[in-house]
């Protein structure tokens, strides 16, 4: 892409509204645009990554099993009659009224149109397990949206809801979505810490928020200094004592938000305990057969008998990541974009557009790199060297190219890794080398 013809309307200055460096830096270059409060537009640059993580997150989603559906934004309150939560969810549900006077709501979650879904078609206990999982926009009236995107009004989630005859098979479910949050997070470039929850309005007994470690997170979270040594788990299909037994160890550190956190009983000596602030990126729930049993969502069982479903659902925030992972990669300059959700892979700095050798030589690289299939931004415009740079290190693509009248006689460009900040100059086919050959 060159940059001549992409729409990046970045800010040099730090946007007044924004009080916290993700929606400072998502503001500044040029990723969204709001449209009111809590509530916003996507652009180029910010869609990009938006996919990118939605990409992941599907990625291991049909890793672990579940199947993709796509439920409506706009539910029948009718459904939620049915639950008790039309009334119960107060003023966070946006409430609409249609022209035949029915009433609807913007859903601030599925469980019960998944709930729905299920009770039509599912029969019997040969058809489970089942886990349904949908990428879909939310909406939730917050009384103070903020932080940009990290607490909108409307936001994209990834949302899972698993189905099992008993208790045994759920616990399972619930172990096999934790486990593929672990490896999620772990793509995303991000150390997310599962702690144990409240359920809150989702309701049941048995809740792990997954949260990503940043000072400016909103709550405080209080954990073993350990736990942030564990290995991710790589393999696919783990058998269900090996799902537990990844859960058992993550689940033996101490690890607590502040609303949880209980300095009398917490037996983690001082030296071990860390304090910092987290991000909730992630949050599962085992809540059995809150919505089956409402709803009627019974399958035949071996013996011919009913039996009621048991239900967990598992949300990940996804336009939220987009937020979390500025706030846990970030500098003074910009953003640091992790290589798998990066908006580009390379930035391609022109030093001298216009003058014939620069150019030729950047047509060049720019050809060579999107032969082999590498996402490059080219900076093509006419803009001052100084200038040029600062863009680059403020949108925060893993690597920059740079190619000047001085590297063109000798036939080198340097290349900067944006991570590290180190530079080095190659001829240029070490430097396609070191660019396709990652990641
Ligand atoms: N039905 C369950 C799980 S599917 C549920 O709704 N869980 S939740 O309320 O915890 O939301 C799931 C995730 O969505 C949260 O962990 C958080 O990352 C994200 N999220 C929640 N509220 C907002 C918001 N206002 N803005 C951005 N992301 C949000």
């Known amino acids: 892409m060159r940059l001549s013809r992409f729409f990046l309307p970045t800010l040099k200055e730090d946007p007044k509204e924004a009080q916290i460096v993700s929606h400072r830096l998502m503001l500044r270059a040029g990723m969204i645009q709001q449209s009111s409060a809590g509530i916003y537009s996507w652009l180029p640059m910010g869609f990009r990554v938006l996919k990118n993580i939605e990409r992941i997150v599907r990625e291991e989603q049909d890793r672990a099993g579940a199947l993709e559906i796509l439920m409506p934004t706009l539910q029948p309150a009718d459904l939620w009659r049915e639950s008790g939560r039309y009334d119960d969810y107060g003023k966070e549900m946006l409430r609409i009224t249609d022209r035949h006077e029915r009433d609807m709501l913007y859903g601030p979650t599925n469980e019960e149109q998944v709930t729905d879904i299920f009770r039509s078609h599912v029969k019997s206990y040969k058809n489970l397990p089942l886990n349904l999982y949908h990428i879909q926009w939310k909406f939730r009236d917050e009384v103070r949206p903020r ?18 005859l008993d208790y045994g098979g759920a616990k399972t479910a619930y172990n096999n979505m934790f486990v593929a949050y672990l490896k999620t997070f772990a793509r995303l470039g ?28 909103e709550s ?50 001082a030296g071990d305990l860390v304090s910092r602030r987290g991000i909730e990126v992630g949050h599962i729930f085992h809540f059995g057969d809150k919505y089956s049993k409402a709803m009627g969502a019974a399958v035949a069982g071996p013996d011919g008998k009913d039996v009621t479903v048991s239900m967990g659902s598992y949300g990940i925030g996804v336009s939220r990541l987009v937020g979390g992972i500025i706030e846990a990669s970030h500098d003074d300059d910009g953003i640091i974009w992790p290589e798998s959700v990066a908006p580009f892979k390379v930035g391609l700095i022109n030093l001298k557009s216009g003058d014939d050798a620069c150019d030729a030589a950047c047509e060049d690289f720019y050809g060579k790199l ?53 530079k080095q100059e190659l001829s240029v086919d070490a430097a396609l080398e070191l660019l396709v050959g990652r990641g």
């Open 147 to 164: 932080f940009g995107i990290m607490r909108g009004r409307e936001f994209l989630m990834k949302d899972a809801y698993s189905f099992d």
């Open 190 to 217: 991000l150390k997310a810490i599962p702690l144990r929850a409240e359920t809150g309005p989702i309701g049941g007994d048995l809740s792990h928020e997954f949260i990503v470690l940043a000072d400016t997170g």
């Open 220 to 269: 405080e979270v209080f954990y073993h200094k350990d736990l942030l040594t564990l290995e991710t788990p790589e393999k696919d299909n783990y058998s269900a004592t090996e799902l537990q037994e990844i859960v058992d160890q993550w689940t033996s550190y101490y690890a607590a938000a502040d609303d949880m956190h209980d300095p009398e009983n917490c037996d983690v000596s």
């Open 370 to 422: 999107k032969t082999a299939t590498v996402e490059v931004l080219y900076d093509d415009t006419a803009g001052r060297a100084g200038e040029k740079f600062a863009k680059m290190d403020l949108i925060g693509l893993p690597w920059q190219a740079t190619i000047g009248p001085r590297g063109v006689k000798a036939g080198m460009v340097e290349v900067k890794n944006r991570s590290t900040g180190e």
